[in-house]
């Protein structure tokens, strides 16, 4: 019976992902129901294959144990770098700056190495041809797609950059939608480290559903997109799926190039993570000051008692929210569609709050809330923690519509325009394709 009760909410959540996408569709008419279709088959097929069939789920697992090892590798090259202060394991500060950080920087490197020995390739090449044979997309769009789960928004592009100016709008969106649904190899290995604190069971654990949640968030990507801009060109779906891209003229020269550019993003990351965290406690203040303010100017005038708002929502809480804070008012925003995912009742709120957190500023913040209410005692329920896990698992958010409109905009001039139109909608998809795969983890878990 639970099991029912589970399939039926998630399967309304599906239905209103779909229909919000059908909404802000440029031709409703032109959707192709039948690739929708399809695509939510790959998707169920391809989580049940990874999560419930013995060798494929040995398979991820032993993929998922090579993502823990990296963070063993890392760890020994920050011992090495920080000496004593990489052994305190208690601290925050510890996972983050001398675990995470350090993990971006290495795995970029490896993916350079891999990319340079074209074993990347290879399994770009792989998932692109599933794509392709199943859904029916063009040779450039497919590897775009397939692309962005293994690679950065803005690195993807240039595995098709011979082809992006002649693309067409609907599989500028595509590549767009799919840059925001997915996330890079380096945060990827990053975001195992964080949500694992050191507990290498852990580590493992979230290492599976992470690479799970990228590789079946490429074909809900595509739904989105063909949905909300279905395409409107004759497309020749056989053309030569052939990869580009700068991968250097050595081994020595992979390497520099991708520690290069993991500092970078470490550096990026990091520096996003702290002034967003501020801006989360100065916003969470001023709402409280101004709560109290007005309970207070209330309570002059003989109209409420000083105090009540925050109090009530602290007691109707059981304590998990201070009072009527920022972060509170994302969680009631997004706690209605934390419910259609499958979040049990009691946790509605607090993944509301991530969900939020995650679209408007980036899911890294999110991940360390989601790290620091585990820590600080929250009592999730497991299936909460997996749909945020999955739901979390993109780079959906404002800042990435200029990430993207800048970094392809950059090896495809002529699609500025294109860009630029497609910012919210590309916004709109991935945020759509992170929720379908959580709706669906949510029913199978």
């Known amino acids: 019976m639970e099991f029912i009760i589970s399939l039926l909410r998630g399967a309304l959540g599906i239905a209103f992902l779909i229909g919000v996408c059908y909404f802000f569709s440029a031709?409703?008419?032109?959707?192709?129901?039948?690739?929708?279709?399809?695509?939510?088959?790959?998707?169920?097929?391809?989580?049940?294959?990874?999560?419930?069939?013995?060798?494929?789920?040995?398979?991820?697992?032993?993929?998922?144990?090579?993502?823990?090892?990296?963070?063993?590798?890392?760890?020994?090259?920050?011992?090495?770098?920080?000496?004593?202060?990489?052994?305190?394991?208690?601290?925050?500060?510890?996972?983050?700056?001398?675990?995470?950080?350090?993990?971006?920087?290495?795995?970029?490197?490896?993916?350079?190495?891999?990319?340079?020995?074209?074993?990347?390739?290879?399994?770009?090449?792989g998932v692109a041809w599933v794509m392709k044979k199943t859904m029916r997309l063009s040779g450039p769009e497919s590897l775009a797609a397939a692309a962005n789960v293994f690679i950065g928004q803005t690195e993807a592009p240039l595995v098709v950059k011979p082809y992006l100016e002649n693309f067409s709008k609907s599989e500028i969106l595509c590549l767009m939608t799919g840059g925001m649904a997915t996330i890079a190899g380096g945060v990827f290995a990053a975001y195992v480290g964080f949500l694992g604190a050191g507990d290498p069971e852990q580590e493992l654990y979230f290492a599976k559903h992470l690479l799970t949640a990228s590789i079946i968030s490429a074909p809900a990507a595509i739904i989105a997109a063909k949905i909300l801009y279905p395409e409107q060109e004759e497309k020749d779906?056989?053309?030569?799926?052939?990869?580009?891209?700068?991968?250097?003229?050595?081994?020595?020269?992979?390497?520099?190039?991708?520690?290069?550019?993991?500092?970078?993003?470490?550096?990026?990351?990091?520096?996003m993570l702290l002034v967003f965290t501020a801006l989360i406690y100065m916003l969470n203040v001023i709402f409280m000051g101004g709560t109290d303010f007005v309970n207070l100017i209330a309570a002059k005038l003989n109209l409420a008692?000083?105090?009540?708002?925050?109090?009530?929502?602290?007691?109707?809480?059981?304590?998990?929210?201070?009072?009527?804070?920022?972060?509170?008012?994302?969680?009631?925003?997004?706690?209605?569609?934390?419910?259609?995912?499958?979040t049990p009742s009691q946790d509605i709120t607090l993944i509301g709050q991530l969900l939020g957190q995650k679209t408007v500023i980036n899911e890294f913040v999110a991940y360390a809330e989601l790290n620091t209410m585990i820590k600080s005692g929250v009592e999730f329920q497991p299936k909460s923690i997996?749909?945020?896990?999955?739901?979390?698992?993109?780079?959906?958010?404002?800042?990435?519509?200029?990430?993207?409109?800048?970094?392809?905009?950059?090896?495809?001039?002529?699609?500025?325009?294109?860009?630029?139109?497609?910012?919210?909608?590309?916004?709109?998809?991935?945020?759509?394709?992170?929720?379908?795969?959580?709706?669906?983890?949510?029913?199978?878990?």
Do not use: H
């Open 27 to 125: 031709d409703r008419k032109a959707v192709n129901w039948r690739m929708v279709g399809t695509g939510l088959l790959l998707q169920i097929v391809l989580a049940l294959a990874i999560l419930k069939v013995p060798l494929v789920n040995g398979l991820f697992d032993y993929i998922a144990s090579f993502f823990r090892g990296v963070l063993d590798f890392t760890e020994a090259g920050a011992a090495f770098m920080f000496g004593g202060i990489v052994t305190d394991m208690d601290t925050f500060g510890y996972i983050f700056a001398f675990q995470v950080l350090p993990t971006i920087i290495f795995f970029s490197a490896l993916s350079a190495i891999l990319y340079y020995l074209g074993i990347l390739q290879y399994i770009i090449y």
């Open 237 to 271: 779906i056989e053309e030569q799926m052939q990869m580009t891209g700068d991968v250097g003229s050595n081994v020595l020269d992979a390497i520099s190039t991708g520690t290069t550019d993991g500092l970078k993003l470490a550096i990026n990351v990091g520096a």
């Open 305 to 342: 008692e000083a105090g009540s708002w925050n109090e009530y929502i602290r007691s109707s809480t059981e304590n998990r929210f201070e009072g009527l804070t920022f972060t509170y008012l994302l969680g009631q925003l997004f706690a209605p569609i934390a419910w259609l995912l499958g």
């Open 386 to 445: 997996i749909i945020a896990t999955y739901a979390l698992c993109g780079f959906s958010n404002f800042a990435s519509i200029g990430i993207q409109i800048g970094g392809i905009g950059a090896i495809a001039p002529g699609q500025r325009k294109t860009l630029s139109e497609f910012g919210i909608k590309a916004l709109i998809g991935g945020t759509v394709a992170c929720f379908l795969t959580a709706a669906i983890a949510g029913i199978l878990y």
